[in-house]
């Protein structure tokens, strides 16, 4: 049995945990979309492999049995004390009763002796947003993931520049990773059922050694939402808070863009260059 992970923050006492799903929590039930996922998935036979919110086990045992090793994060104590009497002779699959955004990764790889981790998740439709961000910190050790979310988050992470959905959590998934959606999943599928459709969405991380050192990258990020701070605004306008017009102009001419540009014609690299032209 491995030690405790002294680098793993857990879900706070102080949080009152119950046996009822929590707020957004609906669990997948449907035994062939099951088996879709796990079939899509890219799990290899010597992956380590972290699953995000199993709770009751639907996906566990599968994705066991594409990997060497399941870790999975529960953060609901009675979900995680049932998961753990309902497997507690399947010795790939260990279950720990944590936040994911309190759950460091590195650690957790450095633990199994793994340089890099699969994450898999069926992800609370009202924190999606603050786990990705989460998983992105933690993308130097992370192989490639498969995520259930709102179809409508869905196309917001694998849109095109200039679509409707093309936004600020469409530049920072796209920086990090090339998403793509799989398939999409019914309500019915879940259970509850809830009152949207959701969507399997696969991750191809780019190549370890391509991010940016951490600073850069947040002061990247924190020019991209300034980008984006007013949809209806282009680029000039945006960004005359902390750059003057004349300035805006100029670069974005240099990079062969009108000077009424706005933020969401513009590719992930293509933030990066303007970035890196205002910063000099």
């Known amino acids: 049995m491995f030690p405790a992970l002294p680098l793993l923050a857990l879900q706070s006492s102080s949080v009152q945990q119950t046996h009822r799903p929590k707020l957004g929590q609906h669990f997948l039930r449907d035994k062939r979309f099951q088996r879709r996922i796990v079939d899509c998935l890219d799990i290899g036979r010597d992956d380590l492999v972290c699953e995000i919110g199993p709770g009751r086990g639907a996906m566990t045992e599968l994705l066991a049995a594409q990997g060497r090793q399941v870790v999975a994060i529960e953060v609901d104590r009675e979900l995680a004390r049932t998961l753990r009497e309902k497997l507690v002779n399947k010795r790939s699959v260990e279950i720990i009763e944590a936040d994911i955004l309190l759950t460091d990764l590195a650690a957790l790889c450095r633990r199994y002796q793994q340089e890099r981790c699969f994450v898999f998740g069926n992800l609370p439709y009202y924190i999606t947003s603050p786990i990705l961000h ?90 991209v939402k300034l980008c984006f701070a007013h949809k209806r605004k282009n680029l000039l306008n945006n960004l005359d808070s902390s750059f003057s017009r004349q300035r805006v102009e100029q670069e974005l001419a240099g990079m062969s863009l009108p000077a009424t540009a706005r933020a969401e014609e513009l590719a992930p690299p293509q933030f990066q260059q303007l970035f890196h032209r205002l910063k000099q």
């Open 134 to 223: 989460h998983l992105f910190d933690f993308s130097g050790c992370v192989r490639g993931m498969g995520l259930l979310v709102q179809r409508e988050v869905a196309d917001r992470l694998s849109a095109l520049p200039g679509s409707r959905d093309y936004g600020y959590l469409t530049v920072l998934t796209q920086l990090y990773a090339n998403p793509r959606i799989e398939f999409g999943i019914p309500p019915g599928a879940f259970s509850p059922a809830p009152k949207v459709d959701s969507a399997l969405v696969t991750f191809e991380m780019k190549p370890k050694g391509s991010e940016l050192p951490p600073d850069e990258l947040k002061a990247l990020l924190d020019f």
